[in-house]
């Protein structure tokens, strides 16, 4: 689902007269809850040329904002245009989410059929004529995804984590979607999931830091199963990576376990918020650049849960196969008549 702003007359007005070709670049940014027209260019020379010249400096890397850019080329409707998402990583998370949720209505005002790329980025390498570029050569099909918008599109369809949320931003309150947020590791955090992928310990705990928006490490202290319960705050969300030893089937085996705890509701819907879009890419992170194969991932709002009977079925779930015992065919019902015995060929046929 999107959300759904008002669009201002000027705004509306302006997009319908780029269309024609005289406008090069058209930057749309929400303001007063309203989509309003931030700036314009008109072209000066090839769009490749215009590009760099006119794109980087209308990028503020504390606020997002929506880029149409036009090209030189042109389909059955009229000019093609690019549609950049601009979301840079320093920008607040409300205005993140807030930008998010409104990208649908920002395309289907200025009609989809005249744009023929759309661009997602963070960082200037990834909307860039050189980034662009990459993103055109990468692609296979019509309207594709850039590399960044594979990455989200690949944790909704895997962790089914599409979240929404209630936001007062307009006179009817909607739903918005809240696509996965990347909080970055803080160094000691880093050194700590090194060290686990290295198994030179066997626990990592992590808490959100939502002030400075990163990740940072609570403890590593040893701990064994018995111990996890007491691991876990009552009052506050927390990552927990655990080395789980244990034996299977004759084998001993070293299987790492993620645990996401959230006390129920005794926490802010902000850090319940947070701490659920961080969940999977924290995990795609530490998947990648430790290599740590996650074997169980697991959601609790009570450590007591976490018992050692709870990790292995977890781990090794029991499989459920009933076999079916042959059930003999019953006879017909009612009275069957006098038994007979068949002699053989030339015999006598004797009747009970």
Not at 116 to 129: H, N, P, Q, R, S
Not at 225 to 251: C, I, M, N, Q
Not at 313 to 320: L, S, T
Request: charged share 30%; with cysteine.
């Amino acid at each position: 689902m999107f959300l759904s702003l008002v669009v201002t007359l000027e705004l509306r007005d302006f997009l319908a007269r780029a269309r024609g070709g005289a406008v090069r670049l058209i930057k749309v940014r929400i303001q007063d809850e309203q989509l309003v027209l931030g700036a314009y260019r008109e072209p000066e020379e090839s769009w490749e040329k215009d590009y760099d010249h006119f794109l980087l400096p209308l990028l503020d890397e504390q606020e997002p904002c929506y880029v149409l850019y036009r090209l030189d080329s042109q389909n059955a409707q009229g000019y093609e245009w690019i549609f950049i998402s601009w979301s840079p990583d320093q920008s607040p998370v409300k205005q993140k989410m807030l930008y998010a949720a409104t990208r649908a209505t920002v395309k289907k005002e200025f009609g989809g059929g005249h744009l023929k790329y759309e661009i997602f980025g963070t960082a200037e390498e990834d909307v860039c004529l050189l980034g662009y570029q990459h993103h055109v050569s990468s692609c296979s099909g019509p309207a594709p995804l850039t590399l960044a918008e594979q990455e989200l599109q690949k944790i909704k369809m895997s962790e089914g984590r599409v979240k929404q949320v209630k936001t007062d931003i307009s006179v009817e309150t909607k739903h918005q979607t809240l696509q996965g947020v990347a909080f970055p590791l803080q160094e000691t955090a880093k050194r700590a999931m090194q060290q686990l992928s290295q198994k030179r310990i066997n626990y990592v705990q992590l808490r959100l830091d939502v002030e400075k928006e990163t990740i940072e490490l609570v403890h590593s202290h040893p701990t064994e199963t018995r111990d996890l319960p007491r691991r876990v705050p009552k009052d506050s969300a927390r990552y927990h990576f655990f080395l789980y030893k244990h034996s299977h089937e004759g084998d001993y085996l070293e299987s790492v376990v993620f645990i996401y705890s959230m006390p129920g509701y005794s926490c802010s819907i902000k850090e319940r918020m947070l701490y659920s879009s961080c969940k999977s890419r924290l995990l795609e992170e530490v998947e990648k650049d430790y290599h740590l194969e996650v074997a169980k991932k697991l959601e609790i709002d009570d450590g007591d849960e976490l018992t050692d009977e709870f990790l292995y079925d977890e781990v090794h779930p029991k499989q459920h196969a009933h076999k079916q015992a042959f059930a003999k065919p019953r006879g017909p019902a009612g009275k069957r008549g006098h038994k007979r015995l068949i002699k053989g060929t030339g015999e006598t046929i004797l009747h009970s």
